[in-house]
């Protein structure tokens, strides 16, 4: 299982990026796919993840009502829509994936990850 991450790139803040991660191959409906994010000095954190079958999903607080995550099955792809950017936002965006029916927060749960890409807010 593959995970190509893409869409990231400077953006003012109150801006908007959408990011999107193609999964490779699915051999199952039963998988979870998650962005996190990792800024310099700090560790890589949860921000969103949607389950594949059900469509659930799950938010860290700091962006809720900001950030929408979604999927479209028969692209095997799943979108990040990040809206009202602060600085605060800016880090490395990471997508990742794994067999499970459950919304799942954990960064250590996760065994396939994307390469990451970039989202710079600018005050």
């Known amino acids: 299982v593959q995970l190509q991450a893409s869409g990231g790139g400077p953006v003012q803040a109150g801006g908007s990026l959408r990011l999107s991660c193609l999964l490779s191959?699915?051999?199952?409906?039963?998988?979870?796919m998650g962005w996190f994010r990792q800024a310099p000095g700090k560790q890589r954190e949860f921000v969103a993840a949607i389950s594949l079958s059900a469509g659930n999903t799950d938010y860290a607080d700091s962006v809720k009502g900001r950030f929408i995550i979604s999927r479209d099955t028969a692209k095997n792809t799943v979108y990040l829509q990040m809206n009202s950017l602060k600085p605060e936002d800016t880090a490395v965006y990471y997508c990742?994936?794994?067999?499970?029916?459950?919304?799942?927060?954990?960064?250590?749960?996760?065994?396939?990850w994307g390469q990451g890409t970039q989202v710079t807010v600018s005050s």
């Open positions: 191959e699915r051999t199952t409906w039963r998988m979870v």
């Open positions: 990742a994936a794994d067999s499970t029916t459950k919304v799942v927060a954990v960064r250590g749960f996760y065994e396939y």
